[in-house]
């Protein structure tokens, strides 16, 4: 690599590999809980009159809310949630909640209770370099006593959100608490990021997490090229998150 013209092109051919290896790793967590979903679905509502378009929908929901709540709960993304229920026909709202909460309990219920640190390599072709992936994951990050559910009037201990003030619609999601209050979608995200206690009972709440990613390339005497990416998920120190690129 001689100049610093063709070094910068290929730092941005190694940050676009480095992404499409990210989308890669999520996908892969994707259909790992999608997967599973079905066939927790096919036999828990095996003797339900569901369609099969139903299970697969449903599955796909619930998966894409578990990543996603880790995104809502971890990064604060900007998640809105459309009027969904009409999607699932031959379900009961009163069914959907209860097996939505039951399988988030047990997805949550598999990820780590001790520090995780995980390793691995990568070989990828297309800039002809190494990525090296270290993904550490503490205790305390690893699981959450908040779910996502619909609103159930005769489920729910509060029936209006408690930061403001807004009645629930049935069928909205909410966010629901381990002490069984419940806050909207909408002001959980900003509430868990300022604090980790029930805003209706003051519980504390292990909610709130963070990830953070950094990527470093690096260049020895031959032109070899590695990437160490650094994934950590830790609970929510008020840091800044850092995703930046940094070539060394
Ligand atoms: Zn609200
Ligand atoms: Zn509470």
Same mark, same amino acid.
């Given at each position: 690599m001689n100049t610093s013209t063709e070094k910068s092109l290929f730092r941005s051919e190694v940050s676009h590999a480095v992404e499409m290896y990210f989308i890669e790793f999520i996908d892969?967590?994707?259909?790992?809980?999608?997967?599973?979903?079905? %066939?927790f679905l096919q036999k828990h509502f095996a003797d339900y009159n569901i369609s099969a378009n139903d299970i697969r929908d449903f599955a796909n929901f619930l998966a894409e809310d578990v990543?996603?709540?880790?995104?809502?709960?971890?990064?604060?993304?900007?998640?809105?949630?459309?009027?969904?229920?009409?999607?699932?026909?031959?379900?009961?709202? %009163?069914?959907?909640?209860?097996?939505?909460?039951?399988?988030?309990?047990?997805?949550?219920?598999?990820?780590?209770? %001790?520090?995780?640190?995980?390793?691995?390599c990568y070989q990828e072709t297309y800039f002809g370099g190494d990525i090296h992936h270290t993904d550490t994951c503490f205790k305390e990050g690893a699981h959450t006593d908040v779910l996502i559910v619909p609103f159930v009037e005769k489920f729910s201990l509060n029936t209006s959100c408690p930061v403001c003030f807004e009645d629930y619609d049935e069928g909205k999601f909410i966010y629901e608490m381990s002490c069984g209050h419940s806050i909207d979608c909408g002001c959980a995200e900003d509430w868990f990021v300022e604090k980790s206690?029930?805003?209706?009972?003051?519980?504390?709440?292990?909610?709130?997490?963070?990830?953070?990613?950094?990527?470093?390339?690096?260049?020895?005497?031959?032109?070899?090229?590695?990437?160490?990416?650094?994934?950590?998920?830790?609970?929510?120190?008020?840091?800044?998150?850092?995703?930046?690129?940094?070539?060394g």
């Open positions: 892969r967590v994707f259909g790992y809980a999608r997967n599973a979903y079905v %066939e990543v996603d709540l880790a995104g809502v709960v971890v990064l604060g993304k900007n998640h809105k949630k459309k009027k969904w229920t009409e999607q699932f026909r031959s379900i009961s709202i %009163e069914l959907l909640y209860k097996n939505l909460k039951e399988m988030q309990i047990s997805y949550f219920s598999t990820l780590p209770r %001790e520090n995780m640190f995980y390793r691995s206690v029930c805003p209706y009972c003051s519980r504390k709440v292990k909610a709130v997490v963070e990830t953070s990613r950094q990527a470093h390339v690096s260049w020895d005497e031959n032109d070899e090229i590695t990437v160490d990416i650094y994934l950590t998920t830790k609970p929510y120190d008020r840091k800044k998150i850092d995703y930046g690129m940094d070539a």
